[in-house]
């Protein structure tokens, strides 16, 4: 290599600007076809994540603080991509886009949720206060003190007179505290680029959601709202790729007409 260049300084010093020049326009082309790549994995990306989305069911975990969590996949692409594919929405997906149509007509919607949720009581045995009326032969049942349910229960005809006496029960009150936290987090899933995921935690042990749908708009992708380290010098090069070519364009040139004007 050293030889070779010895004979072009020696022989033919243009041959060295057409050959930065061709090492400027093969760096062009290189950035070109990475940016093409790139675009290209991105949108594949992202019609892998809308499918998961679409097809992601509810899961539930508990966290630290033994909080029942029910997490699911965000559903991330334009209305307008939605309306397109209307036929492989479920009911619920649909009501959750004609939601977002709606808020969309009057403010630009960044993140929306649809969540379903039930207050379930299951094998509750009664451990409050129990009120025995023999006279008007009822007998009422209250709890306050159990911090996940309130409620004052009130049963009539249950003593054995009539013997075939038929009792009813009458709910006086039925009240269930919870206290419901809801986020939107980047699954940590660097393969799938970070998907985003939407996550409802009920303070209430009887509060359990059934199914959650929700939806953000494709322009939050972790890599532009919280980049590390080495993607925030890539969008820096992205965002100053002109500039950047142009001084390196510049020292090659220069460099090399200096050497030649200098030899």
Same mark, same amino acid.
């Given at each position: 290599m050293k030889k070779f260049l010895e004979f072009l300084a020696e022989k033919n010093r243009w041959a060295i600007v057409l050959i930065l020049i061709l090492l400027l326009l093969g760096g062009g082309v290189w950035k070109l076809q990475h940016n093409k790549i790139n675009k290209l994995k991105n949108k594949y990306q992202a019609e892998v994540n809308l499918r998961n989305a679409l097809t992601d069911s509810v899961i539930y975990y508990q966290n630290k603080e033994q909080q029942w969590v029910a997490e699911k996949l965000t559903i991330q692409a334009s209305v307008k991509d939605l309306e397109e594919m209307k036929d492989r929405l479920t009911a619920e997906q649909k009501r959750l886009l004609a939601k977002v149509k709606e808020v969309n007509e009057k403010n630009a919607i960044i993140t929306a949720a649809l969540i379903q949720a039930n207050f379930k009581v299951d094998s509750l045995l009664h451990a409050g206060t129990v009120i025995v009326d023999t006279t008007n032969k009822t007998v009422e049942f209250i709890e306050t003190n159990n911090p996940d349910i309130k409620y004052d229960f009130k049963a009539f005809g249950v003593l054995p007179y009539p013997i075939n006496s038929k009792p009813t029960l009458i709910i006086n009150s039925l009240f269930l505290p919870n206290e419901q936290f809801v986020e939107f987090h980047w699954k940590n899933e660097k393969k799938n680029g970070y998907p985003i995921a %939407?996550?409802? *935690? /009920?303070?209430?042990?009887?509060?359990?959601?059934? /199914? =959650?749908?929700?939806? !953000? =708009?494709? @322009?939050?992708?972790? @890599?532009?709202? /919280?980049? /590390? $380290?080495?993607?925030?010098? $890539?969008?820096? %090069?992205?965002?100053? $790729?002109?500039?950047?070519?142009?001084? !390196?364009? $510049?020292?090659?040139?220069?460099?090399?007409? *200096?050497?030649?004007?200098?030899k």
């Open positions: %939407f996550s409802v *935690t /009920n303070s209430n042990k009887y509060v359990k959601v059934s /199914n =959650i749908n929700s939806y !953000a =708009i494709p @322009e939050l992708q972790k @890599e532009i709202v /919280n980049p /590390n $380290g080495w993607q925030k010098i $890539g969008q820096w %090069f992205v965002k100053n $790729g002109k500039i950047v070519g142009y001084v !390196a364009g $510049g020292v090659i040139i220069g460099g090399g007409g *200096t050497y030649i004007l200098m």
